[in-house]
């Protein structure tokens, strides 16, 4: 945050962050819900959160061994781009199905 320098600017930078929380958590809740029942909620988003902090840290690590490992920030930025879409390209879709409810 090297352009932040004053109180308005930090004040501003948690109230775009705060709504960026309140914009994924309550979707994510109401998914869990929906997937595996009102009565497993609590249990499910525990794991979904305990397994979001486990990929940050995998991915925090990751990304200072790849751009200690290179001479340059645009060569990190550059294998970071690379390694994205073979990732996403695992994930499960639930493209087409749709719930009874």
Not at 35 to 48: A, L, P, T
Not at 58 to 77: D, H, K, L, N
Not at 86 to 100: E, L, M, N
């Amino acid at each position: 945050m090297p352009t932040i320098h004053d109180t308005l600017g930090i004040t501003g930078f948690a109230i775009l962050f705060g709504l960026d929380c309140i914009a994924t958590v309550p979707p994510t809740i109401a998914l869990a819900a929906d997937g595996f029942g009102k009565r497993n909620v609590g249990v499910i988003y525990g794991w979904v959160f305990a397994a979001h902090m486990f990929g940050a840290a995998i991915a925090a690590f990751a990304a200072g061994a790849g751009t200690s490992s290179v001479t340059t920030r645009s060569a990190a930025a550059s294998r970071a781009g690379w390694r994205w879409p073979p990732g996403s390209s695992r994930c499960p879709s639930d493209a087409g199905r749709r719930r009874r409810r």
